[in-house]
Nanobody
């Protein structure tokens, strides 16, 4: 089973930036779509972004499009989420997850999840 560990979360002021990292071990994730999801307090988990194995195709939720960028470094077995122009509405626990060999935004199609990293954006 792949082990995913997120890092890079923290407290940032509105308008600031953070870069989240998701390091995978135990399995090479190069062949799989990788996704970022988030859960805000009192809300359902929601899709944020995904990237296919080649890195050429990316997908974003409308709420983050233009502000967030997902990328991957298969040589390092790592996925990143660059978050710019953060707002308090971005406050949530962010999770990375391994999906399938094809793209989907359905969280039920992602079988392996990290423990999450907290992102808090102050106003």
């Amino acid at each position: 089973q792949v082990h995913l560990v997120e890092s890079g979360g923290g407290l940032v002021q509105a308008g600031g930036s953070l870069r989240l990292s998701c390091a995978a071990s135990g399995r090479n994730i190069s062949r799989y779509t990788m996704g970022w999801f988030r859960r805000a307090p009192g809300k359902e988990r929601e899709f944020v972004a995904a990237i296919t194995w080649s890195g050429a195709s990316t997908y974003y939720a409308d709420s983050v499009k233009g502000r967030f960028t997902i990328s991957r470094d298969n040589a390092k077995n790592t996925v990143y989420l660059q978050m710019n122009n953060l707002t308090p509405e971005d406050t949530a626990v962010y999770y990375c997850a391994q999906g399938l060999t094809y793209y989907t935004s359905n969280s039920r199609s992602y079988n392996y999840w990290g423990q999450g990293t907290q992102v808090t954006v102050s106003s």
